[in-house]
């Protein structure tokens, strides 16, 4: 059954991603269980002021820890919609 991951993300990487710059991520994988389908809901977090209150949504297309440190993956996504604020997505 595909899961909803909440990631924390900072600008720097936000950005190129709200842009479709950035297609893929490589996040530890040791309580997650990241998979492909899964809908992951990245929240721009900045260190400084905590979250911004932007939002993108993803499907994860592909997941692989090939060459990967220990409980590490990295997964491609394909964005579902555009940018949102906070409250639109909760």
């Known amino acids: 059954m595909p899961m ?3 990631l924390k993300i900072y600008p720097c990487y936000f950005i190129p991603l709200i842009r479709g710059e950035k ?3 490589i996040r530890d994988n040791s309580d997650r269980g990241f ?3 899964d ?3 990245f929240i721009e ?3 400084q002021t905590g979250e911004t209150g932007r939002r993108q949504q ?3 297309t592909y997941v692989s820890n090939y060459n990967q440190p220990t409980n590490q993956v ?3 996504f394909s964005l579902i919609s ?3 604020d906070a409250q639109e997505v909760e």
Do not use: N, P
Request: net charge neutral; aromatic share 12%; no cysteine.
């Open 82 to 84: 555009d940018v949102q």
């Open 45 to 47: 977090f900045d260190k």
């Open 58 to 60: 993803a499907s994860i």
């Open 23 to 25: 297609k893929f991520e």
């Open 74 to 76: 990295v997964f491609s």
């Open 35 to 37: 998979q492909r389908g």
């Open 4 to 6: 909803i991951h909440h």
């Open 39 to 41: 809908t992951v809901v």
